[in-house]
């Protein structure tokens, strides 16, 4: 969910903006600014290809060996709320995330770039698709926040920057909260799945995705 421009605005912008889960705008958070850049080499004689994209000068959140927090308690989260309704169709496609471990990854995702889809994000769902999620995206590049409320699932939350530079991942969000979560870097867009996908997967900050367009 989104902290998004609604007031307050895997799986949401507030003054820096939030989207997804509520009302409010329940996961990201938002702030405004900026672009980056991208490199390309040539091979030579004897030059060896680095195993992951050298990355200069760019705000980058390192993925911990080990993750920060674990999912903790039944899922879905006891006391999800009803939801009010309407449920929106939101359209899906492919998004696909290079260099993993795994090679080349896909994700089925819903594709939330309206105010009142990403402020809705994922909230009152009770199960998600094992390769399903919900990719939200921004008019512009700033820093995101997302939180949690009314969301009833764990999610992993990738920041994607405009060049499909995933940024950070905050891994295992908890449910029904509304502690926020920062790309803390400019992002364009934010992918969010199963807690643990990223993990179980090997997707790491710095890795690339190609972001369908909407």
Same mark, same amino acid.
């Given at each position: ?13 507030? #003054?820096?903006? $939030? ?19 991208? @490199? ?14 050298? +990355?200069?000068?760019?705000? +980058? ?17 006891? @006391?999800?709320? #009803? ?13 696909? &995330?290079? *260099?993993?471990?795994? @090679? +080349? ?5 819903? &594709?939330?770039?309206?105010?009142? /889809?990403?402020?809705?994000? +994922? ?9 399903? *999620?919900? $990719? ?13 409320? %009314?969301?009833?699932?764990? $999610? ?5 920057? #405009?060049? *499909?530079? &995933?940024?950070?991942?905050?891994? %295992? ?10 790309? @803390? ?9 199963? #807690?643990?996908?990223?993990?179980? /997967? ?13």
């Amino acid at each position: 969910m989104s902290r998004t421009s609604h007031g307050l605005a895997v799986a949401l912008v507030l #003054a820096s903006s $939030l989207c997804a889960c509520d009302p409010r705008a329940p996961e990201p958070t938002v702030t405004r600014d900026s672009t980056e850049a991208k @490199g390309q080499s040539e091979p030579a004689q004897t030059t060896t290809t680095p195993s992951r994209p050298i +990355l200069p000068n760019r705000c +980058l959140k390192e993925t911990p060996a080990e993750p920060t927090r674990t999912v903790t308690g039944p899922v879905p989260a006891p @006391g999800c709320p #009803a939801d009010p309704g309407p449920v929106p169709e939101l359209v899906r496609k492919r998004v696909e &995330i290079r *260099g993993a471990s795994e @090679g +080349l990854l896909t994700v089925d995702a819903e &594709i939330a770039k309206e105010d009142e /889809h990403r402020m809705r994000g +994922l909230m009152y769902r009770t199960s998600l698709p094992e390769n399903d *999620g919900m $990719l939200f995206i921004f008019e512009y590049d700033r820093e995101l926040n997302f939180w949690m409320r %009314n969301t009833c699932i764990p $999610l992993d939350m990738m920041f994607i920057a #405009a060049d *499909g530079t &995933i940024v950070a991942i905050e891994e %295992n969000t908890p449910t029904l909260t509304d502690e926020t979560f920062s790309s @803390g870097c400019n992002a364009r867009y934010v992918l969010e799945v199963n #807690a643990g996908w990223s993990r179980k /997967h090997g997707v790491k900050a710095g890795m690339k995705v190609k972001v369908p367009k909407a």
